[in-house]
């Protein structure tokens, strides 16, 4: 398929599918096959790539080519490796690369060569040659001990700078399989503890390989229905398991499980304001605002963790995307953030997305039920300041986590490009060095 002639929404992007086998790229009339993903299209244009013309997995990251002018939305480019029989493939030619115009003879190339050869710096396994064969041996030989077997390659579900996801077709149904990248690695490991601590609360994991950040798990039901319900379900479910958890976080820490303490959080957040690149995205006078405001904010952070309430284990991404719920299961997944925290900044993220999901509606009904075991566990914690004060810790506490993750992925990559900067712009709203507007 391609777009001659197609309308390209505004918020849509046209994506360029470079299939390369021996080589050779597959062609359609002289041009790549494209397709049209937008904003609100059901999953993931990586997905959609990978099976627009036959099985190929990402060769490299998913390219931006010039914009032809400012209004409109970078195309995109995906360098595929076929995995398919070439034979197989048809409806258009294989051409020598060299053949493609640019700028897409370049890109492809490039992305091969990195593919094959030497790879930029911090760029994740699953853009290197050979990496789907060893997921797929390691797969193999735990579905034969388990009586089961694989009934076809891997298929891409999504992968990006920092996780590959991936379906993987069993015997005995659809098995998920994930890999996160190096800043991420330890949540095969954390996600193994919790799944004897919490096995109905968190995927149900088949096998671990903690070495690699490898992890095999059974499907969730209802990971993508967003079921009613489920953040009135979720608050007092997640509330007690934090509770328990007090009883085992030194084997958290012993899987890798960072902390993210008051002391861990501020220092962090302060290198942040001193020398991370976004600060370069703000404003003169936002950046005089930010930092003017930085005593502010790190003493009403410091009052927040002096509530009366202690660290526990935190999901440190808990919004609706997260959890899987068909009304009566319910399962928190994507533990990439996974750490030792506040218990609270998990309630008012939950509550801070709630509110963005339903166009702003009432969340006291939700955050009084995720407080409710706090109080009656900690009665002498002053739990309504925490909580008033939990938004902007939160925005404290996110904006070391988008910090870290962009310091640690391939430069260039985009993924998270203007968070950091717009967090700090947040906090500094929040205690009013700057205008809501801004």
């Not at 993987?168 to 990248?181: E, I, N, Q, R």
């Not at 955050?367 to 914690?381: I, K, L, N, S």
Request: contains cysteine; proline residues 7%; negative net charge.
């Amino acid at each position: 398929m391609t777009t001659e002639d197609q309308q390209v929404p505004a918020r849509a992007r046209t994506h360029h599918v470079a299939l390369v086998h021996d080589g050779a790229v597959w062609s359609a009339d002289g041009a790549l096959p494209t397709f049209v993903h937008a904003d609100e299209d059901d999953g993931d244009p990586t997905r959609t790539a990978t099976r627009h013309v036959a099985d190929g997995v990402h060769a490299a990251p998913p390219v931006r080519l010039p914009k032809p002018d400012e209004d409109v939305r970078a195309d995109i480019l995906h360098v595929l490796a076929l995995r398919d029989d070439p034979d197989r493939v048809t409806g258009g030619t294989w051409l020598p690369i060299g053949d493609l115009p640019e700028p897409f003879g370049a890109k492809v190339g490039t992305a091969l060569a990195q593919h094959t050869g030497t790879a930029p710096r911090q760029r994740p396994d699953w853009f290197r040659a050979g990496w789907y064969d060893r997921v797929e041996a390691w797969i193999d030989d735990l579905l034969t001990v388990r009586g089961r077997r694989r009934t076809g390659p891997v298929r891409t579900h999504r992968v990006w700078s920092i996780s590959a996801v991936l379906e993987v077709p069993t015997s005995d149904g659809v098995l998920w399989f994930k890999a996160c990248c190096d800043h991420f690695r330890a949540e095969a490991a954390i996600l193994h503890r919790l799944s004897e601590r919490l096995p109905d609360l968190v995927p149900i994991v088949v096998a671990a390989d903690e070495a690699e950040g490898w992890l095999l798990m059974e499907p969730l039901a209802g990971a993508s229905d967003r079921a009613a319900g489920a953040p009135q379900a979720l608050a007092p479910v997640w509330a007690a398991a934090q509770l328990a958890s007090l009883d085992w976080l030194d084997a958290l820490r012993a899987s890798g499980c960072p902390d993210r303490g008051l002391e861990p959080t501020l220092a962090a957040w302060r290198r942040v304001l001193a020398d991370d690149p976004e600060m370069a995205l703000l404003a003169d006078d936002e950046r005089v605002a930010v930092l003017g405001a930085a005593d502010e904010v790190e003493a009403q952070v410091r009052e927040f963790w002096a509530t009366g309430l202690p660290d526990t284990l935190a999901h440190g991404d808990l919004h609706l995307g997260n959890v899987a719920y068909d009304g009566q299961a319910l399962r928190l997944f994507d533990w990439t953030d996974a750490c030792i925290s506040h218990p609270f900044l998990d309630g008012s993220h939950l509550a801070y997305f709630v509110a963005s999901d339903t166009a702003g509606e009432d969340t006291d009904q939700l955050v009084g039920a995720f407080a409710e075991p706090w109080r009656e566990a900690y009665p002498d914690a002053d739990v309504d300041r925490a909580l008033a004060l939990a938004p902007l810790a939160d925005l404290v506490f996110q904006t070391v986590t988008f910090a870290g993750i962009a310091a640690a992925t391939e430069e260039g990559a985009g993924d998270f490009t203007g968070v950091v900067a717009q967090l700090v712009r947040s906090s500094a709203r929040r205690v009013g060095a700057l205008p809501a507007d801004t």
